[in-house]
């Protein structure tokens, strides 16, 4: 399928101006930044790095990976297990949603919309070579960008548990996702 460029460019313009909404910021080189929009180019970048000429779908999936996550709060679940596969469950829906709109506005058809509405859930994780992939790129950057701020944040987790929560990541991800971890990103200290 030959990509509309304006199209797919108008998509990702879209994407990125609801993610420069969130409020909440980080400092990258001293300047501050939406961090989900960091995120989503974070993801894009690690993407490209990772798979030479990703397709269409896939760009677009991983560019609205997190797409306004800031609107379904943690704390807005109980603090359980369950709670927070809940929260992921509803953050996964409405990142598909927002997807699914944006796409549609600018004029995908419906297989396209569909496409990217599954890789943005998740689905077909093992089975899905495009879902897989996806997983591998956002465990890749989570692994470069924000573990160590997450040992950070959960200082109170012991060694072990921090261990079982990156070998969770590690399982997650492909023989060729685990060999770029060792090798193509950058590990935190």
Known sequence: MRVDQNRF???????????????????????????????????????????????????????????????????????????YYQWRKSLRDLHAQ?????????????????????????????SDAESQTLEDVVVLVFIENYLEDFIYKHGYFDETKIMDIVDKSLRKMTAKGRQAALTMIKMPK
């Not at 101006?17 to 300047?31: A, C, F, M, Q």
């Not at 501050?32 to 896939?58: F, G």
């Not at 927002?98 to 093992?126: D, Q, W």
Request: one cysteine or more; charged letters at 35%; aromatic letters at 6%.
């Open 98 to 126: 927002t997807a699914e709109t944006i796409l549609r506005e600018v004029g995908y058809e419906e297989n396209v919309i569909s496409r990217v509405r599954a890789l943005v859930k998740k689905e077909g994780l093992k």
């Open 9 to 83: 460019n108008r998509a990702i313009k879209l994407f990125d101006e609801l993610n420069s909404k969130d409020p909440n910021r980080e400092v990258i080189d001293g300047k501050e930044q939406s961090k989900e929009l960091l995120y989503a180019h974070r993801v894009t970048t690690m993407l490209k790095n990772y798979v030479p000429n990703p397709s269409e779908i896939l760009q677009l999936a991983a560019r609205c990976q997190h797409i306004q996550r800031w609107k379904i709060e943690r704390r807005s679940f109980p603090m359980t297990k369950a709670g």
